[in-house]
């Protein structure tokens, strides 16, 4: 039943994905056919999907971080929170995040520059990473959350045991657990004025949950929400496709991936 | 065999029923987390794993402890094991079924456990963990219920028994081997990550189930008419010796790598669990103790005249299994999840129903010794009778 499910979506999302190249404000698919009709060739970069599958999609994000300013950060954590249904518990040791900011020191403890003042206290945006080589898929012991052709990581509610071994797994904090049940929080949310987003699921307790790079929009043809609520800051886009225009924001801004030395490879790319 | 465990005096009924009341009140929390969600407990998004996984380590650990015994009478035929083997057979099932349970009371979706075997992952350490606790607790049940009724009936171990008496030999290296790689697979926890994960658990695991294991055989031995033997004690008492030197050795490694490498990422847990980091620091005399009593442990095996006198031994191994407890049961967990991914703390405090339940698995292990070990002895003092 689950597997059906599963197999289902992978195929819709990236049957929907296929129909919509080459339209809309964030083009896609085929990177195949354009690379042949251009001519172009990839040179080597790291792009691909893993080896095996040398898949033509590779959904990724760019997050323009000298466009951030308080007003969009907080129309696009507003947009992802209410598309999704994300609750507000208001205590941290509760709280689901999908997306959310923080500093550049906490965003790259790693590479963190003391003197480099033009980042220094700079807001970042944090979310899912859609690594391309995913260590919570590695551990989860059910693929509840597992990858698909596009790169997307994806995570099934309903397969999920609440283990949480991808919470310790995952090197960047993307991944929040249901320690209480979120209904009950939505449903006082809601009677203080909240709207849900009906077309979305909720969640149970005892699950975990993160950005699916809105999947369910995608298989509608329509961009993430982040990338609506905030055009000028966020793209998305074919990471697989040389003549996407994420890989052309790519080649000419400098940007930065989180943790990269863990060998994760991550698709979220921060533009400075 | 079973029924032996049906007489007893009233102090062995008032800690059967002291166990199953402490059953029934983590029960009771249990019911209560189902209900509501494991946010009962003082667990976080940061800190996502708590006393329950801490507490699962480390009777891992306990439980493979077991084969410290066996490897001396099976392998090298020390005959003066041969009373207490099954001690340590039934010592690791109670340690097992702690294991399992410490696992289903920690994961949000009980009901949907099952998953783990219809959409079997071998690429996830945690279905091998499922499948080597399960299989140890299968094995140890054939050959302690085999070995204990052989001698009963005064009879040699039927031959069928003794390959599976040969597996579980390797199969309990293999528990904590691959509960250590639950751990030291994850990039980005560096205090985790470390090669020599696997090989400190082993070492701590070897002083901690014999330690455990010399507690109760003394115990054993003062208030029944059974005697283990204090030769067998004292050989037991040198392989704690012996492990628990390896395991602070070990230790010293790590601080080692960490501290003359000074890479940051390496020093931070060790700085928070030793010391302090940026004024968070809770678990500091805890850590530090643990040091302290474990040291001392090891003094008071080390010296042959302190190490035979029983009062003296039972301090040590109580020493030792204290030190590894704070060690393994409390710092290595939690200290995993400090400093979070953002290099920012959030510290830990688990709530008063988590430790009722955690509580009540203890009582569900000890509850397990008690019966079994009831049996084994009454089968002995039947022997000596």
Known sequence: MSMDRRKFLKAAGLTALVGLGGKGAFELLRPGKVDAEMGHKDHGEEVHGDKKSRSKVRLAMLIDVMALNKKNIEKIVHTCHYLHNVPNWGDPKDEIKWIWEDEYEH?????????????????????????DNPPCVRVCPVQATFKRPDGIVAQDYHRCIGCRFCMAACPYGSRSFNWLDPRVHLRIEVAEGRKLNKSFPTRMRGVVEKCNFCVERLAEGRPPGCVEAAPDAMFFGNLADPNSKVRSILRERVSLRRKLELGTKPSVFYLI | MIEKALKGSSVYWGWIIFLLCLIGAGFMAYLYQLKVGLGITGMSRDISWGVYIAQFTYFVGVAAGGVMVVIPKY???????????????????AAVVMCLLFIIVDIGQPMRMMNVILHPTPHSMLFYDMIVLNGYLLLNIICGYNTLLADKKGVPCPGWVKPFIYISIPWAISIHTVTAFLYAGLPGRHFWLTAIMAPRFLASAFAAGPALLIMILLFVRRVTRFDPGMDAIQTVAKTVCYAMIVNLFFMGCEFFTAFYSQVPGHM???????????????????????IVIGLFGVFLLLVPTIRRNPKWLAVAAASVFLSTWIDKGVGLVIGGFIPNPFETITEYHPTFPEITIAAAIWGVGGLIVTILYKVAIAVREEQAA
């Open chain 2, 75 to 93: 392998l090298h035929h020390y005959s003066k094991y041969a009373k207490i083997v099954v001690f340590g057979e039934f010592l690791a099932i």
């Open chain 1, 107 to 131: 965003v790259f403890p790693d590479s963190y520059n003391e003197y480099n003042h033009i980042l220094k206290g700079m807001p970042f945006l944090l979310m899912c990473n859609h690594c």
């Open chain 2, 268 to 290: 931070h847990t060790l700085e928070y669990l030793f010391s302090g980091l940026d004024g968070y620091g809770e678990l500091v005399p805890f850590m530090r103790g643990a």
